[in-house]
């Protein structure tokens, strides 16, 4: 199995770190880096080794789209077309058990030039688990994911981006950088396909991690034969071309996670919240 990238190291000496309420503007669009922060520049040594990371910092007109949950044979062959009409490349945070279900289109995202990275065996909250537990379960999917994919897995987004400290160092120790997001379209709420499309592109910026979903919330596989929507109402192909209109009208383009991470310095923010006690 051939590795596709070498290990991060855990200090990232070129990164920026912000403050958490920086990458939460999810829908502020454009927006500067903010003014240096006494606190975080005295802090670096002790913040830096324990920061997630959220986007790059550049002024190219680039972002990452990433999707998540899937693949799902109703929505991501639709996306990946669309996709490669637009000669835009994406990372696919996928769950493990659709991934094994549905080997083929895990090819086909790798074979188009895409990144397969991890988000999970299913979508189970692992910051309500104890630490034993949620890093034996990041270390079987992270094996099975890439079985199934042929390659070395180098990044992981934990479901809902939840993840407590301890969980953040074993995904690191496991060879994993994780990865939340910058920017969003809430994708989730039943709005229509123009609406989410809309959203996108409002919150695109320089450098940023557009967060997505190639499933459903009604689960993977179950909408019926030939269904261009989900039970949530939302038509995902379709949102994704007219997102990708959008981009390109106003000069944006797409590059994966780790293309970016190889090009620009990250744009880092501590990012955890509290675990249970291990029972």
């Given at each position: 199995m051939a590795p596709t990238s070498?290990?991060?190291?855990?200090?990232d000496i070129s990164a920026t770190l912000v403050r958490r309420g920086y990458v939460c503007d999810y829908d502020a669009g454009e927006r500067p880096l903010p003014p240096s922060d006494p606190?975080?520049?005295?802090?670096?040594?002790?913040?830096?080794?324990?920061?997630t990371v959220a986007c790059v910092r550049t002024d190219d007109r680039v972002v990452s789209l990433t999707y998540d949950d899937g693949p799902d044979p109703q929505f991501t062959p639709g996306i990946l077309d669309a996709l490669a009409t637009h000669g835009v490349r994406a990372t696919f945070f996928v769950m493990v058990e659709p991934a094994e279900a549905h080997r083929g289109l895990v090819r086909r995202i790798l074979a188009e030039g895409h990144e397969v990275a991890l988000h999970g065996i299913d979508h189970t909250r692992l910051s309500g688990l104890p630490l034993r537990r949620s890093t034996a379960i990041v270390r079987e999917a992270k094996q099975r994911l890439e079985q199934v994919?042929?390659?070395?897995?180098?990044?992981?987004?934990?479901?809902?981006?939840?993840q407590t400290l301890g969980q953040y160092l074993a995904a690191r120790a496991l060879g994993l950088e994780v990865v939340i997001w910058s920017a969003?379209?809430?994708?989730?709420?039943?709005s229509s396909a123009e609406v989410v499309a809309g959203r996108a592109v409002q919150a695109l910026h320089h450098g940023g991690f557009v967060l997505l979903h190639d499933a459903?919330?009604?689960?993977?596989?179950?909408?019926?034969?030939g269904a261009t929507v989900g039970a949530d109402g939302l038509d995902r192909v379709r949102a994704t071309e007219l997102m990708l209109a959008g981009m390109r009208e106003r000069g944006y383009t797409s590059e994966t996670v780790s293309a970016l991470l190889s090009r620009y310095p990250a744009i880092r923010?501590?990012?955890a919240e509290r675990g249970v006690r291990a029972t």
């Open positions: 070498r290990r991060r190291p855990l200090l606190v975080l520049r005295l802090g670096r040594p002790a913040f830096l080794p324990i920061s994919a042929g390659r070395r897995i180098t990044l992981f987004r934990p479901t809902y981006g939840a969003w379209a809430q994708d989730w709420d039943g459903s919330g009604d689960g993977v596989g179950a909408l019926a034969p923010t501590v990012w």
